[in-house]
């Protein structure tokens, strides 16, 4: 079976910005038969995340990451329907996911590495699993829950960074749903703060690109910020902490803005953002969704929930073709998504 594949053509360079030509489109051939264990799988859906810029890297900076290799095809998260099965877990129809899923049309795959997923969870919009009822929306549940400290009735303000994107549309919500009194969200374009507040109930949105976020944020949070839910890190984020309460709590999600520069992760703080945290006594610890794995179950059944009944709204930027991915990458990187940036592959 002929097959498309995306492999990495060459690396934008620590401190590069990627371009769609660090991608490479080609035809590849499927052996024909399966071996025991393997499925042959259909790709729908595929997703582009940030932390893929660090796998375009020799050194992924991150134990957790391996990097892509030049002229090999790669991989991340997608999900699919089994065509032809020789493993006894899966079965032809079954709709199955993965966080190695190649960047290819159709691919064999071995089983075992797939976890079959209930259509019913997303009433049939299965993207979802890439995005509000998969990582993107454990990442801010958990993430929430484990390091936020919300607490119903205790007049919480939160402010998300990068609150227009997959995990900062999600967190906003969940910060409401879970008692936050204000939830105020950073974002780069008027558009994707007219979202944030029309269509998600945000109660303010500040365009970083254009506005003044420390006086904005003044303005827009009288009673001061308890709970930061931090996506993008650098001056977004020193201008948020320097205006936290006492006992404040940053929720260490991710630090999109440092991603094309050769610094490690999490990049170092300056010395007045380190003696705000110090002297207020502001909780910052570093969040990561695989350390949760036991409750992610609990978490997507929730989630599933709460996006089939509507109280949490899910937005997302769909493209087009496994000839886009690059391209796709590229533009989320530089904010050219609202909600969730899925690559749709097949029908
Ligand atoms: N800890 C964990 O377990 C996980 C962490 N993450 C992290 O969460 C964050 C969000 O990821 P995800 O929701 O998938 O991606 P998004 O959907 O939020 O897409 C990335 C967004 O980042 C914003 N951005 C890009 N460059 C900058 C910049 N220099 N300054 C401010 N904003 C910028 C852009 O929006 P805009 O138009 O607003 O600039 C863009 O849309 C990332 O930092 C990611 O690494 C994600 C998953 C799991
Ligand atoms: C080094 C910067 C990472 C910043 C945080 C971040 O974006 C983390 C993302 C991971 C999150 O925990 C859930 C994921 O899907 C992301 C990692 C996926 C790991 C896949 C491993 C692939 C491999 O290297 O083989």
New binding site residues.
């Given amino acids: 079976m002929q097959v498309q594949r995306v492999v990495l053509n060459s690396r934008p360079g620590k401190d590069g910005t990627p371009v769609p030509e660090n991608f490479r489109l080609e035809e590849t051939t499927l052996a024909p038969e399966l071996k025991d264990g393997e499925v042959l799988v259909r790709t729908l859906y595929l997703?582009v995340?940030?932390?893929m810029r660090c796998r375009m890297n020799e050194d992924t900076g991150a134990e957790y990451l391996t990097p892509w290799q030049l002229s090999e095809c790669v991989d991340g998260g997608g999900v699919g329907v089994v065509e032809s099965s020789r493993c006894t877990t899966c079965a032809e129809g079954d709709v199955v996911t993965s966080f190695n899923w190649p960047w290819q049309t159709h691919a064999v795959m071995a089983g075992s590495g797939l976890q079959k997923v209930d259509s019913q969870l997303v009433d049939g919009h299965l993207s979802y699993f890439l995005g509000a009822v998969g990582?993107?929306g454990?990442?801010a549940l958990l993430?929430i829950r484990e390091k936020g400290y919300v607490t119903k009735g205790a007049n919480q303000t939160m402010v998300i960074?990068?609150?227009?994107?997959?995990?900062?549309?999600i967190a906003g919500q969940i910060g409401r749903l879970d008692g936050c009194v204000r939830v105020v969200g950073?974002?780069?374009?008027e558009d994707?703060c007219k979202a944030l507040v029309e269509d998600l109930g945000f109660s303010a949105a500040i365009n970083?690109?254009q506005e003044d976020v420390a006086a904005r944020l003044k303005e827009s949070c009288p009673a001061g910020i308890d709970v930061y839910f931090d996506?993008?890190?650098?001056a977004?984020s020193d201008t948020v902490i320097a205006q936290m309460n006492n006992g404040g709590h940053v929720i260490?999600?991710?630090?999109?803005?440092?991603?094309n520069k050769d610094v490690p992760y999490p990049p170092p703080l300056s010395e007045e953002t380190q003696e705000n945290l110090r002297s207020k006594n502001i909780t910052r610890e570093?969040?990561?969704?695989?350390?949760y794995m036991s409750k992610v179950d609990a978490a997507l059944f929730e989630l599933s929930q709460w996006v089939k009944s509507a109280q949490i709204k899910v937005l997302e930027t769909v493209v087009n073709g496994i000839e886009n991915m690059g391209a796709a990458f590229c533009s989320?990187?530089?904010?050219?998504?609202?909600?969730?940036?899925i690559i749709k592959i097949s029908a």
């Avoid at 996506?231 to 650098?234: E, I, K, Q």
């Avoid at 570093?286 to 350390?291: A, E, P, T």
């Avoid at 530089?334 to 969730?340: D, F, L, T, Y």
């Fill in positions: 997703s995340d940030p932390y990582i993107t454990l990442t993430g960074s990068g609150a227009a994107g997959a995990c900062g549309s950073i974002c780069g374009s994707k970083y690109r996506n993008v890190g650098g977004i260490l999600c991710g630090q999109i803005s440092q991603y570093r969040f990561m969704v695989l350390n989320m990187m530089k904010g050219g998504n609202i909600g969730k940036q």
